[in-house]
C-alpha cells in the first residue's frame, strides 16, 4: 500500500526546462504551443532568462506518461537542445 495508495488518482506535475539552439526561439515556441493534447499536457508555457529558454509546466497522470511528452514531444522539436525535467513533489 502506501506511497502507490496515496498517489491513486492524482495527477503528476513536472515543470520543463527547454533549452533551444541560437535563433530558434521563435519556431520551438510556435512548435510547443501546437503539442496535442494526450495523457500528459503542457498547462503553461513561459519565456525565461538564464541559461534556458522556455520553462513549461506540465501535468500527467504519470511520471513515464510525462516523460513520454518530453521525449516524443517536446524533445523532438527541431531547434530544442536540451531539456530538464523537474518533477514537483509534495514536502512536509
Same mark, same amino acid.
Given at each position: 500500500?502506501?506511497?502507490?495508495?496515496?498517489?491513486?488518482?492524482?495527477?503528476?506535475?513536472?515543470? +520543463?526546462?527547454?533549452?533551444?539552439?541560437?535563433?530558434?526561439?521563435?519556431? +520551438?515556441?510556435?512548435?510547443?504551443?501546437?503539442?496535442?493534447?494526450?495523457?500528459?499536457?503542457?498547462?503553461?508555457?513561459?519565456?525565461?532568462?538564464?541559461?534556458?529558454?522556455?520553462?513549461?509546466? +506540465?501535468?500527467?497522470?504519470?511520471?513515464?506518461?510525462?516523460?513520454?511528452?518530453?521525449?516524443?514531444?517536446?524533445?523532438?522539436?527541431?531547434?530544442?537542445?536540451?531539456?530538464?525535467?523537474?518533477?514537483? +513533489?509534495?514536502?512536509?
Amino acid at each position: 500500500m502506501g506511497e502507490a495508495m496515496k498517489t491513486a488518482g492524482k495527477r503528476v506535475k513536472a515543470y +520543463v526546462l527547454i533549452e533551444t539552439a541560437a535563433g530558434k526561439a521563435k519556431a +520551438v515556441k510556435k512548435a510547443l504551443s501546437k503539442l496535442k493534447g494526450g495523457p500528459s499536457t503542457m498547462l503553461q508555457l513561459d519565456g525565461i532568462t538564464g541559461p534556458y529558454d522556455f520553462i513549461a509546466i +506540465v501535468e500527467g497522470p504519470s511520471l513515464d506518461a510525462i516523460g513520454r511528452l518530453v521525449t516524443d514531444g517536446i524533445g523532438i522539436i527541431d531547434g530544442v537542445t536540451r531539456t530538464t525535467t523537474c518533477v514537483a +513533489v509534495s514536502i512536509g
